[in-house]
């Protein structure tokens, strides 16, 4: 971190209210996101790699439920 952020930081950002500081945060992070817009993907078809994603935490999401409720008798 640059001294000169670091510098805001201690002698104006301290100072704010925790909400004064929450409205900084989201002013700051909204204006990062607007400009790239354009670089996020939003089309609805699913590569490989998320039908992958989702099949891997499914099952893992299955196994943590089913293995906590439920024994199985051999």
Same mark, same amino acid.
């Given at each position: 971190?640059?001294?000169?952020? /670091?510098? &805001?930081? $201690? @002698?104006?950002?301290?100072?704010?209210?925790?909400? =004064?500081? #929450?409205? #900084? +945060?989201?002013?700051? %992070? !909204? =204006? %990062?996101?607007?400009? !790239? %817009?354009?670089? &996020? !993907? /939003?089309?609805?078809?699913?590569?490989? @790699?998320? /039908? %992958?994603?989702?099949?891997?935490?499914?099952?893992?999401? +299955?196994? $943590? &439920?089913?293995?906590?409720?439920?024994?199985? $008798? #051999?």
């Amino acid at each position: 971190m640059s001294n000169k952020v /670091q510098e &805001i930081y $201690s @002698q104006v950002v301290c100072n704010l209210s925790p909400t =004064e500081r #929450l409205c #900084l +945060a989201t002013l700051i %992070l !909204n =204006e %990062l996101v607007e400009p !790239n %817009l354009s670089i &996020i !993907n /939003q089309s609805d078809t699913w590569t490989e @790699q998320d /039908q %992958l994603d989702l099949t891997s935490f499914s099952l893992e999401y +299955a196994t $943590s &439920i089913f293995s906590e409720t439920e024994e199985t $008798s #051999l």
